[in-house]
Nanobody, 127 residues
Framework: QVQLAESGGGLVQAGGSLRLSCAAS??????????MGWFRRAPGKDREFVAT????????YYADSVKDRFTISRDNAKNAVYLQMNSLKPEDTAVYYC??????????????????WGQGTQVTVSS
C-alpha cells in the first residue's frame, strides 16, 4: 500500500504564504513514473483540482483560481512533491490532499486517475 503524507498546513493571514509537502513511502512505488497532484476540499464543497505535475517531463498545470499564486514542484530523489502557496486568500481555506496516479498516467485533471491519496492537511486563511 502506497502511503502519502502531507505536511505544512496551518493558519495564515490573507496575503501570506505556506508550503505544503507530500512524501510518498513504499519502496516498490515508482514515484518518478507517477503524475502527482494537489486537490482541496473546502467546507460544504466537493473536492477540486488545484495543481498537478507530470511524470514525463514535470509539466505543470493549475486551476485558474490558483494560477500565478501557487507553484507545484517535485523531487524524485526524495519521493516528494511540494505546493508553494503565495498571496493566500480566505477562499483558499480547505483541506489539501496530495494524490498520485498509477504509473505512466497523463490524466492530469481526471480525479479518478489518482489511485493513491494522503490524509489531507488543513489550510486556514484568515481575513
Amino acid at each position: 500500500q502506497v502511503q502519502l503524507a502531507e505536511s505544512g498546513g496551518g493558519l495564515v493571514q490573507a496575503g501570506g504564504s505556506l508550503r505544503l509537502s507530500c512524501a510518498a513511502s513504499r519502496r516498490t512505488f515508482v514515484f518518478s513514473r507517477s503524475t502527482m497532484g494537489w486537490f482541496r476540499r473546502a467546507p460544504g464543497k466537493d473536492r477540486e483540482f488545484v495543481a498537478t505535475i507530470g511524470w514525463r517531463d514535470s509539466s505543470t498545470y493549475y486551476a485558474d483560481s490558483v494560477k500565478d499564486r501557487f507553484t507545484i514542484s517535485r523531487d524524485n530523489a526524495k519521493n516528494a512533491v511540494y505546493l508553494q502557496m503565495n498571496s493566500l486568500k480566505p477562499e483558499d481555506t480547505a483541506v489539501y490532499y496530495c494524490a498520485a496516479t498509477g504509473p505512466y498516467s497523463d490524466d492530469y485533471y481526471d480525479i479518478t486517475a489518482y489511485a493513491y491519496w494522503g490524509q489531507g492537511t488543513q489550510v486556514t486563511v484568515s481575513s
